[in-house]
Structure formats: structure tokens, C-alpha cells
């Protein structure tokens, strides 16, 4: 087993990662401290709770855990306000209390979804992560909770720290393989912003990870963890340096808007950004040649980096402003200037990146 620690003073915690944990679940809640006379609610999809909800439910409920369960749909649009409250409801009905916790058994949207409820619950009880697919190695750690709105992606979240995170990589071999894709965006889109060396690990081991093999899995997820924790450690609530973890994230999120929320995986969103922060580096002067190499790591894990021709340029650029990333007319984006260095660039012109956008939509070949 790996383990990775987020260093947040009082609030630090561990990330657990390996094999065969979720059925030795109990013995990390019982090792936390959280109380088996108080019912805790797991969270969870109809996707996920048909593969490993009876798992985590058959250890917590051996070792006397009162448990409260609530499925959401799968999907992006389980991330709303109105599940927000059915989730709530639950745990208002099945009588938790401070001593109790929300667990999110799932991917990015569970995590999200289950982390916001866990935060306003009676003004905020302990959260677990125990993720199921390899994009929440990023949405897991780190503490941003969120639901989103129509117009803009996680506008309504908190910031929730999770007691621990449990990370059984036997979870992922029921991952379908564009779910796999859109989750090692994620994990590139660590060693683009920090480390070089890992960003092309991820490019030549792209067949294993795609095949799922767990010593690639392993050594994948544990880096990308690292990263991110790294980066959390030096800034919780993203006062500056965290902001580099949104390589990609602003294009990204406006996909995902404009898409409403189901037509694109979050993963494969954030590749077409990540490609497009690096067509910004280019039309900045900065990272020469980088927009080859990012697409070409990109691709070599099945991911795209063109924007499909039917996303409406004025939609995109209207969720873009809508963006917490945007300020007074003018974008900050996350934009490369080399492989595993970026800086974050304020007063991007709207002009400039519509330019971006049309040269997305034709694989890069319009230069501005």
C-alpha cells in the first residue's frame, strides 16, 4: 500500500492507496476515530453502488457501523442543487448528527456532490473519500466541494477537508475505457504543471495505463496525488499557487457548460483546454513548440484536443465569463511555458481567446 499525506496542520490527512481496501473499510474508520454509535451516510451512483456498494456496506455494517445510504444518478447531473437536497434530506432523515460522516463512494461528481453536503450539514460533519475512478485521484484530494449551476460549473461548494481518503485500486478495473482516458487527464495534467519527468512517464506508459496495470496505476495515482498535495499544502483555499491546478480548466469548465453537463467527461474537456492553454503559450510567445508536445501526450492516452465543430463560439465565451477565473472583461488562464512549468497570466484579452477557440476547433492550424 501507498501512502501520500496532505500536510494542513490540524486538518492534514492521509491518502490511502492499494489493493483489496475497500473491504477492510471499517478498520480505517475505526482507526480515525469515527463512532459507530452516530449513522454515517454513504453517497454513492447507481453505477457505483451496483459494483461496490454491498462491499463497503458488509465491513462497516460487520464492525457495528448504523449506516444511511443514498444513490444518486451517474453523471454530471447529479451535481446539482436539487440532489443536493434529496442527499440532504437523507441525512436529516436517517438522524445524523455531529459525531457522524458523509462517505462518497464514487467518482468526481459523488466526491463533489457528497463533500458540499458534508460541509453545510449542521454547519459541517467529517467527510471520507473512498473514490472509484482514476479522475477523482485529483477531485479527491484537496478539499473543494461544489455543486454546479446551469450557468457556471462548482460556483456553489466550500472548501471541506476530508478525514482520509481511500483509495482502492481494485475499483477501477469496472471502469469503462473512456472513463479511464478521462481520468489519466487528470494525472498528465500533474507533470505538465510541476514535473516533466512524470508528464512524459505518462506519455510511454500510456499502454499499461490504459490497460489498467496496477504497479503503472500505482505509481501513476501516488505521483499525481503527491503533486496535488504538494501544491494544497502551500495553499488550501486557493489564494495563488493552487490556481496552477487549473491547467486546461477554464476552456475546460465552458465545454462542459455549453455541453450541458453530460455530452463531455470532465477529463476529455480538460484535455481540449489543456491543448488550448498551450495554443495561448504559443500566441503569447512563450513555450515554443509546446502545443505539439501536450497534444501529442494528450492523444497517446485517447483523449482529444479539438473542440467539436457544433459548440457555439459566443456560448463558450459567455460560460467562460461566468468563470471564477474571470475578472473585469479580461480572462486568467493557466498557461504553460514548458513541459512541467506554468504560470498563471492575468489580463488575457477576450479577443485573444476567441482566436484560441478557432484554432482549436481546426486542430491548431489558424495562427493568430
Known sequence: MRTVHVELGERSYPIYIGSGLLPQAAAYLIKHGLSAKSPHLIVT??????YHLETLQTSLEKAGFRLVVSIVKSG???????????????AIQGGLDRNSS???LGGGVVGDLAGF?????MRGISFIQMPTTILAHDSSVGGKVA?????AKNMIGAFHQPEFVLYDLDTLTTLPPREVSAGLAEMVKHGLIKDKTFAYWCKDHAAELLALDLDALGYGLER???IKAEVVS????EGGLRAILNLGHTIGHAIEAVGGYGEFLHGEAISIGMAGSALLAEALGRGDGIYAETTSMLTA???PVVLPPHLNEDELMAAMMHDKKFKEGTMVFVVPDSIGSVSIVKDIPQTLVRDILKQLRKGGEVHV
Not at 453536503?117 to 450539514?121: D, K, P
Not at 502551500?234 to 483555499?237: I, L, N, P, V
Open 224 to 226: 499525481g496525488v503527491a
Open 147 to 151: 455543486v454546479n449551476h446551469p450557468l
Open 102 to 104: 458523509v462517505i462518497a
Open 45 to 50: 451512483d447507481e453505477k457505483v453502488a451496483s
Open 117 to 121: 453536503v458534508a460541509a453545510t450539514y
Open 234 to 237: 502551500q495553499d488550501e483555499r
Open 301 to 303: 492516452l485517447n483523449l
Open 76 to 90: 454530471e447531473g447529479s451535481k446539482s442543487l436539487s440532489v443536493y437536497e434529496e442527499v440532504m434530506t437523507s
